[in-house]
């Protein structure tokens, strides 16, 4: 993962210490290349903020998503996006 991701990222600029941190540690665990997994880490990330009181908005998230799809193949970013697609009209 390239942490100059976060550091020449404008939409980190504001979000809060907390947040910018378990964003970091989350990033420093993504090795996947693999939409699926992306997913599935997705979901085990929103667990583990919410047991540490973190919230993130649907931008937070959309970066969230933008990190974990950096070691995937074009294929790959493609599916990651579909199954977003799912998962948010499966939120309304």
Excluded: C, H, W, Y
């Excluded at 992306?38 to 993130?56: D, P, T």
């Amino acid at each position: 993962m390239n942490m100059n991701f976060f550091q020449n990222n404008e939409n980190f600029k504001n979000i809060s210490p907390e947040k910018l941190d378990f964003l970091m540690k989350f990033a420093s665990q993504n090795k996947s290349g693999n939409a699926q997994e992306m997913s599935n880490m997705i979901l085990g990330a929103v667990n583990s903020a919410q047991k540490e009181g973190i919230q993130f908005t649907p931008n937070e998230t959309d970066l969230i998503v933008q990190i974990l799809k950096q070691n995937m193949s074009p294929e790959e970013q493609r599916k990651a996006d579909q199954i977003m697609m799912l998962m948010r009209s499966m939120k309304r």
